[in-house]
């Protein structure tokens, strides 16, 4: 992360370009849209990863250092998106109802592991949403901007099973049987987003309600299935429902 971090900076002034040209009105909001949601989700994990690192700081100074390095890389990334902003000609918008009360009723979260958790669900539907919307964009500065945060959220979800490994070693086992209870809520919560952000961003990403539920099922499924050390696993039968199998990463460690 350190390393890391000496990349990105970037200072540089910026020139200023065209707005990007999109095929109609609807793909041009959409788009807004997706990136809004991006922006949202950069600030709140750039926030928690602070939050934690404060928290953690008495007792394990190398961790508060990882958590820090890793939220700067989210604050980036949220400048990089403010900044985009002026490429797609728009700008941040404020938050909509039910994602303010979302956003909110997180920041007040308190456990540390709830917080590392959903920050690491989170990065996993971030990093298979990037991912996916990267494969349909031929657009040169859509793809660039796509790419960097499908990359760096690919590294921060490995990152994050690593923050809650670190994490449960201190928990016992009513924390163990909460964060069960927690995992699966928002693993159903998470699998059912995209009927409500379908609507919104379908025109830019091209994504299916259903495609994009299974991506997630199977990301968030496949997520403990190689760590011993965390005792928590997909709901089985949100998975036979959606025809989805989960498969080992590492399958030589089966
Ligand atoms: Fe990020
Ligand atoms: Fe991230």
Redesign the pocket.
Known sequence: LRKRSLTRRDNSPRESREPIQFASAEEHSAALKFFNAAYR??QS?SGQAEHLAGEVRGWDPELAETLEL?GQ??AW?RELLTDFFRDLGGSVQPMGRVTRLFFKRYAAAERMESIVLTNLMF?TI??TTYKLTLRRTKEERVRRMLNTLAS??AF??PL?VYFLKRTLSRCDRRQIWRLRVLHELLFVALVLLPVASRPKSRAFDGLGTLELARAYARALGELFVDEREIPLAAPRWLLWLLDVSVKNVHPRRA
Do not use: L, P, S
């Open positions: 989700a950069e994990g890793y890389e989210e990334h990065e971030g990093a760096d959220e921060h979800v994050n």
